[in-house]
């Protein structure tokens, strides 16, 4: 099953959740309140039982107490049940005298001494409604739908097991348990089987963590046998209850296990019954397996599996009724009794299953009890064991010595899928319903082995909804499995399952939030009313969302809705069933979907890793896709509260950055030209941006640092100029530009040319003589096309390849800086006049020229993202934010300037800009390896400057309000107050001692007495001799202990934090240099090649090429390829890719981790293997010790026989015959005779007219082994009961006076043979009872009305029909009454002009069978007699089957159930009905 998110966030309550999120402590209640809801439901809903009326019970007088019949003694009795009036003089009737009352035992269960977590337990009446006791589970104890019921069945005492045996069932039971989410339900108790169960429980809880899921083990024992009960009542319920074992003291009671984690105790209100709890643990159990998996109409049923381990014969009952009921059962052969006399005889044919042969096996299996065994029982254990073996799709045994046994967790889900083929799945494959019930329990392994096999060939369709369920559900397993096996990404994600996916986002989630933030401020749910079927989220929403998680770099990945309404289709809780209608149709948009990217967002969004992995290695442009990943993690990383996840999240970034770099090394490997065009490749999978781009977004330095990347990076920084020109003759050509036509510089592509000369002489050379005439006109056409693209540069073009290159534009710029602010420098300090000078205007329009280029680097937007984004993107540089401040003081200092009355101050505040303007030329620096991450490096301590302040703050004022209060009495002016608490303690770290602190050099006249003179400092406190009155060592103490904590403590701490800094960045200089002159080089690449103030020139030149040309493109740091080039482009980096996973898995592969495990499993393997060859052995010498024992006993039978002949005969003594030991068992001769049987090896009796217990009674047939079923057969044991049901006696009565004249019982023998029960039963008459069974047929067609086909044979439907309280279909006929000529069934079926209409059509048709019917109803003097006949329909035109198709699409809700069923010999039907179908299909050549 799917995980359950019980928080799934529903269209219909998606407004609770806008604004800032709930937190966990809002919507838990509280301990207290939960216990109060609690217990207010149970006092209403839960009942117990009590006896109301003592009856002294005289097998107490024996051991000297007054006991009721209840089995509790008179004290534990109210007054009224002892003097109870009403009852007096009656004989105890646990019916009568037993009622229901509040119960008085609930809450929590705590196991002294037990480290076991703490457990529930209720106390509940016999006669509790099963919905109830799941109610309770479900909503109150907070368990989760289970994907499995396990019942665990077997011994009640403690029994011995084989050490194999009872690790490999303890193992196996709690891997099938934690891996589907199951519930294992047992007796409850510490004993026998239940205490296996509660010890392999504990053994997973001691050995796993907290994170990983709890074991549910409900035990559902007796109340009456339970020991020390009396600790867990309590009206107002126990949280908890110290439950404690002592099984010295228990007697004939039991104790709880104290490792299960649920306890229902059943109570009948009798005290030491054992067995109580069976019935209601039967209705519990088959209740809940008639629960769907999810809350949709159509999902799938919880699956229940009986586990049986020992037992004795109230196991086989068990066995039996769980077993006609459809319940799969696997027996652990090995573990005694029971389950060892069903595993010995499971693989025998029926016709060796006999009395004698189970006689035998009970004398082993049960040889202290088998003298107890009477042959009733015997010939009722026999009957049972057949009807089990005959069921062989329910029954698997585990057998620990075969071979090619599994584990016991894969024996149990292998037992379901096999009883599932046989199910009723709704018309459906039964691959469907086997498939859901695999990824219910997440068990892939079961998947490959039973499933996805070679019979069948998948299609995307058919995996569609499980393949959304295991997405849903975090099962990578799976969703790799059905990528395998033919599930296609662009059929399967449509834009409804999309959609499906974002709208079951857990509340938890980070993408959720966002998403109800977006919500909020855009008002959504205001502007368009939402409905019950309306998506509460749309794919622009979750745009927005990844927009700002990428950093605003893209165009949004899904487009808005315009014109059109919102598409919107209901989908409650989707889990693992999914209609296929709902979610099969993809809408149109403007913008088809990427089904790879979009799957591998949401995996990303939801923390899905594993998924996410799976999708990443189905995508083809999958290093642009790492990267994305790298950088929405890191941005999720920084949002998560808990510390682990956003670790985790981090660690997930770094791994995704990782397979982007072993992506790109592997191209780059192969060819450097295609991996650099990848780099700079518009990608429209993730909104037109690049991989460079996302990498920068990202912070990937890793990646940037790559070799092929700087390589391309480099190349785009040279332009048109070869990378290894020396650096001054580029400086001399950009002052004497004429040098740039002697060849001084260097052009890359005249380095190009001259290299493609010499390869194409060599080549023309070499293939002169191999290549023919085509391959010379292909190469010959390939080399001029080159061509057309390497030709000498002209003059003009060098020209302006040399100064558009963007390291000269860059040292342009740095020189024309230089000048900026030396001529600032100059005005500033020479020439700053009231009147401004022209060098003066010069520097104003020096600055107004820069001014344009940052107005132009604001609104430049190629990517077209919009002015708010695009303004975002330019304020998150630090060097953008530099300009705009240092401009803006510029111009706030220049307004002053030009003033008279603030002239000055324009002067300080234009000096103070200055030092701005000189921060900003750190800038240049990033382009030196040596400097560049020295700029980083002062960045990073200027943080830890600022953090370090905090610290130091706290000291300077300490001591220095401290010091100023000691020294100064009553200063009043701020300045000084300042000065004297902050300033000089400030100055005492860089070892500037105030004078005032000691008193020896005090004068007054530096300081006034009362603090009048503005220019001096206030007095301290002075004495009557005009000297300081503080005392002295008091400030001297004071100075000493800060300037221990201030100078040696904090200064010491600056200097290790900014070394630790230091260290930090040097270690990855080379990193860090490399990843920060990319946004230099991409700044100078769009930047215009004229500096300031020349560059006014290349503004005005846009804007008038803006007005009134059409705007070329602008230089840009990414390339949009042709279509047909970045398909075969993305095709080499998906191989590319391939060959990088190939080498990582063998890397993997070869590590010393995975060689130790491969050599710890390899010797594991030869211990098993060891182990079982040894217990194999053992088996061996068993047997061949039994048989010797048999062969025996059969020799000593034989020579008595012998000797009874001789002395017959006259030789010797009669009485000298040793004679054997006479056997107690009269029935162990009685088998001898032979079974008849067919020729095929099937026998010919009935079973279902066997069945023990006869249909919609109580009423038990005597059981009757295949054996004894004959006439002929002697069984002389043979007692049946004699029914005839009252309903059908008066009825019959009534209509038919004439059957009081039908013959006697003894002259109605049914003619197959005994059935265990005499009478009519619920048949009309005894003898023959007449029926008509109608098979109304049709051929299937397709959609387009042509005949289904399967093979070369066509396709049979049949009419139908089923009451809903059975599983089996059936005919739509019965057993007809005196004068009716349609069976009353078929007769409700139609009106009375269509019941005309098929009683005609009946005469017409073909007569299928007639003869005697295995039906249940029969009795040995009462059965039924069926004639089958055909009604086919060739032609789709008939007023009868078009009533019959109409009827079958109605949603009836009577007890009958109607449909066309194809014809199948895998589908139940009633009877002998399958038999008559065959015939059928054999009739029309149809397919069966």
């Given amino acids: 099953m799917l995980t359950v998110h019980e928080n799934k966030i529903h269209p219909d309550e998606v407004d609770t959740y806008h604004g800032s999120f709930i937190s966990r402590s809002q919507i838990l209640f509280s301990t207290n309140q939960k216990q109060h809801c609690i217990r207010s439901w ?29 089995g509790y003694i008179k004290a534990s009795h109210s007054e009224e049940a002892v003097k109870h009036e009403e009852f007096l003089g009656e004989t105890w009737d646990p019916k009568r005298h037993v ?70 069932f303890r193992r196996g039971l709690i891997k099938v348990a934690r891996s589907t989410g199951a519930w294992i339900v047992t007796g409850g108790s510490h004993a026998g089987v239940m205490k296996h169960v509660g010890e392999a429980v504990r053994d997973y809880t001691m050995s796993s963590s907290s994170k990983e899921g709890k074991i549910v083990a409900i035990g559902i024992a007796t109340w009456g046998i339970v020991h020390n009960r009396k600790c867990l009542v309590s009206s107002e319920g126990k949280f908890p209850a110290e439950y404690t074992l002592d099984e010295e003291s228990q007697g004939r009671l039991s104790c709880l296990d104290t490792n299960h984690s649920h306890f229902i105790l059943v109570d009948n209100g009798t005290n030491g019954t054992y067995g109580v709890e069976i019935a209601l643990r039967g209705k519990l159990e088959k209740f809940i397996c008639e629960q769907t998996l999810e809350s949709t109409d159509n999902g799938i049923k919880i699956p229940v599996v009986c586990v049986v381990l020992e037992g004795g014969p109230g196991t086989l009952d068990t066995i039996y009724s769980a077993m006609m009921n459809g319940t799969p059962c696997v027996v652990m052969e090995g573990s005694g009794r029971v389950a060892d006399v069903i595993a010995q005889v499971a693989n025998l044919p029926l016709s060796e299953i006999t009395i004698s042969h189970i006689q035998k096996q009970l004398k082993t299996y049960f040889a202290e009890d088998f003298k107890t065994f009477s042959d009733i029982k015997i010939l009722e254990w026999t009957k049972k064991i057949q009807d089990i073996v005959r069921m062989q799709q329910l029954l698997t045994v585990f057998r620990l010595e075969k071979e090619d046994q599994n584990d016991v967790d894969v024996a149990i889900l292998q037992a379901l899928l096999k009883a599932s083929k046989s199910l009723d799945n709704q018309g459906k494959e039964n691959w469907d319903h086997q498939l859901k019930l695999a990824v219910a329990w997440n068990r892939v392994d079961i998947a490959k082995s039973e499933i996805f096999t070679d019979d069948k060939q998948w299609k995307s369709i058919d995996l569609s909804d499980v393949m959304l369920a295991a997405l849903l559900g975090d099962k990578p397993d799976f969703v790799k499995l059905f990528l395998e096996n033919g599930v296609h990404l662009k059929e399967f994600l449509t834009e409804k399952r999309l959609l499906a996916l974002y709208n079951n986002l857990p509340p938890t989630s980070l993408c959720l939030r966002r998403i109800l933030k977006k919500q909020e401020e855009e008002k959504l749910y205001v502007k368009k009313p939402r409905t019950s079927s309306s998506w509460s989220i749309q794919l622009y929403h979750v745009s927005d969302v990844l927009c700002d998680l990428l950093g605003g770099i893209t165009k949004p990945l899904y487009p808005r809705p315009r014109d059109r309404s919102t598409h919107a289709v209901p989908i409650p809780h989707i889990r693992i069933n999914l209609g296929s209608n709902d979610l099969e149709s993809s809408i149109v948009e403007e913008e088809e979907l990427d089904p790879t990217r979009d799957l591998f967002i949401w995996a990303i969004l939801e923390n899905r890793k594993e998924i996410a992995d799976i999708i990443w290695q189905q995508s083809q442009d999958c290093i642009a896709t790492a990267l994305a990943a790298s950088k929405i993690l890191k941005e999720l990383a920084k949002e998560e509260e808990d510390t682990d996840l956003s670790e985790d999240t981090g660690a997930l970034a770094e791994q995704y950055e990782k397979q982007a770099i072993g992506v790109f090394t592997e191209c780059h490997r192969r060819d450097e030209l295609r991996a650099q065009r990848l780099l700079t490749r518009e990608s429209g999978t993730w909104g037109n941006t690049t991989c460079l781009r996302l990498a920068l977004e990202a912070d990937d330095k890793n990646f940037v640092a790559q070799g092929g990347v700087q390589t391309l990076l480099t190349q785009i920084w040279w332009g048109e100029l070869a990378v290894d020109t020396r650096m001054w003759k580029v400086l001399l050509c950009m002052f004497i530009f004429p040098l740039i036509y002697t060849g001084l510089i260097t052009f890359r592509q005249d380095e190009e040319i001259k290299k493609r000369n010499p390869q194409r002489d060599i080549m023309d050379s070499n293939d002169s003589v191999a290549l023919n005439s085509t391959d010379k006109k292909l190469q010959s056409r390939s080399w001029r096309l080159s061509e057309e693209n390497l030709k000498p540069l002209t003059r003009c073009s060098r020209l302006t390849g040399f100064y558009s290159s963007p390291v000269v534009v860059f040292y342009w710029n740095i020189l024309s800086y230089f000048g900026f602010l030396w001529l600032f420098a100059y005005v500033l300090m020479i020439d700053f006049q009231v009147t401004p000078s022209w060098k003066e205007i010069l520097l104003y329009i020096w600055l107004f020229t820069l001014v344009c280029e940052e107005i132009r680097q604001f609104f430049h937007d190629p990517d077209g993202f919009g002015f708010r984004r695009k303004a975002a993107n330019y304020f998150s540089d630090q060097w953008n934010q530099f300009d705009v401040v240092s401009i803006c003081i510029f111009i706030a200092g220049l307004a002053c300037r030009l003033t008279t009355t603030a002239f000055y101050e324009g002067r300080i505040i234009l000096a103070l800009d200055f030092n701005i303007w000189c921060l900003r030329l750190m800038a240049i620096f990033t382009v030196n390896k040596n400097l560049g991450p020295k700029i980083i490096i002062v960045k990073r301590m200027m943080k830890d400057i600022f953090f370090f302040l905090f610290l130091l703050a706290v000291w300077v004022l300490a001591y220095g309000v401290a010091n100023q209060a000691i020294l100064i009495h009553n200063e009043e002016r701020l300045d000084w107050i300042i000065r004297g608490a902050v300033y000089e303690p400030y100055l005492t770290i860089f070892g500037q001692i105030p004078s005032r602190i000691d008193n020896n050099d005090f004068d007054i006249s530096q300081c006034t007495v009362a603090g009048t003179d503005p220019l001096k400092p206030k007095c301290p406190v002075l004495s009557d001799n005009n000297q ?88 840009q740091f990414k390339e949009k390829l042709p279509w047909n080039q970045e398909t075969g482009l993305l095709s080499w980096e998906a191989f590319m890719k391939e060959n990088y996973l190939t080498d990582l898995h063998n890397e993997l592969n070869q590590s010393t981790d995975n060689k130790i495990r491969d050599t710890s499993e390899k010797v594991g393997m030869m211990v098993d293997f060891l182990e079982r060859d040894k217990e194999r052995q053992c088996g061996i010498v068993e047997k061949r010790l039994a048989h010797l024992e048999e062969q ?82 002697q069984f002389d044991a043979y007692s049946p009961t004699i029914y005839n049901s009252d309903s059908v006696s008066r009825a019959n009565s009534e209509n038919h006076k004439e059957s009081s004249d039908v013959a006697s019982t003894a002259n109605c023998k049914n003619p197959v043979g005994r059935t265990g029960l005499e009478g009519k039963g619920k048949l009309y008459w005894l003898g023959p009872n007449h029926a008509l069974d109608p ?18 044979k066509k396709v049979l439907e049949f009419f139908a ?22 069976p009353k069934r078929l007769k409700q079926l139609l009106n009375t002009k269509l019941q005309e209409e098929v009683q005609s059509m009946l005469g017409a048709a073909t007569k299928v069978y007639e003869g005697y019917v295995d039906d249940p109803r029969n009795t040995d003097n009462a059965w039924v007699e069926t004639t089958a006949i055909n009604i086919h329909f060739d032609d ?43 015939k059928v299909a054999q009739i029309h050549n149809a397919h069966y």
């Fill in 1361 to 1382: 029909i089923k009451r809903k309280k059975y599983e089996l279909w059936a005919f739509p006929g019965g057993v007809l009454q005196l004068g009716e000529t349609l």
């Fill in 42 to 70: 149970i006092k209403e809903n839960i009942k117990k039982k009590e006896c109301k009326y003592y009856v002294e019970n005289t097998a107490g007088a024996f051991v000297g107490k007054e006991i009721c019949m209840c």
């Fill in 1335 to 1352: 098979v109304i047929t049709r051929w299937k067609r397709s959609s387009d009305d042509s005949v289904s086909k399967t093979g070369t």
């Fill in 1436 to 1478: 789709t035109k008939h007023s009868v089957l078009e009533y019959l198709n109409t009827m079958c699409l109605q949603d009836s809700n009577t007890d009958v159930s109607v449909r066309w069923q194809v014809v199948d010999q895998k589908i139940p039907l009633y009877g002998n009905h399958k038999e008559i179908l065959q």
């Fill in 99 to 168: 009622s229901e009352e509040p119960t008085d035992a609930y809450g929590d269960i705590r196991f002294t001494g037990s480290v076991q977590n703490i457990g529930k337990f209720v106390r509940v009446s016999s006669d509790t409604k099963p919905d109830t006791l799941y109610k309770l589970m479900r909503d109150h104890w907070g368990l989760n739908v289970p994907n499995l019921l396990i019942s665990v069945t077997g011994g009640a005492k403690n029994f011995h097991m084989k050490p194999r045996l009872k690790n490999m």
């Fill in 1192 to 1273: 025996a006993l059969l020799s000593a039978k034989a020579l008595n026989w012998i000797m009874n002949a001789l002395k017959s005969k006259g030789y010797g003594c009669q009485d000298e015959v040793p004679l054997l030991l006479p056997n107690s068992k009269s029935i162990d001769t009685a088998d001898m005779n032979s079974t008849e049987e067919s020729d095929d090896g099937n026998p010919h009796y009935h079973l279902n007219a066997r069945q023990l217990l006869y249909p919609a009674s109580s009423v038990k047939r005597f059981p009757v082994p295949d054996e004894k079923v004959p006439w002929e057969v």
């Fill in 1028 to 1115: 300081p009155a503080s005392p002295q060592w008091i400030t001297i103490i004071l100075l000493c202990i800060y300037l221990l904590f201030a100078n040696i403590l904090l200064l010491n701490l600056l200097i290790a934090m900014f070394n630790y800094t230091f260290q930090d960045v040097q270690d990855n200089t080379d990193k860090i240099w490399k990843f920060q002159r990319y946004g230099l080089i991409v700044e100078y690449h769009s930047q215009p090649p004229f500096p300031p103030p020349l560059i006014i020139f290349s503004h005005l030149h846009f804007l008038i090429e803006h007005i009134f040309c059409r705007p070329k493109t602008h230089k």
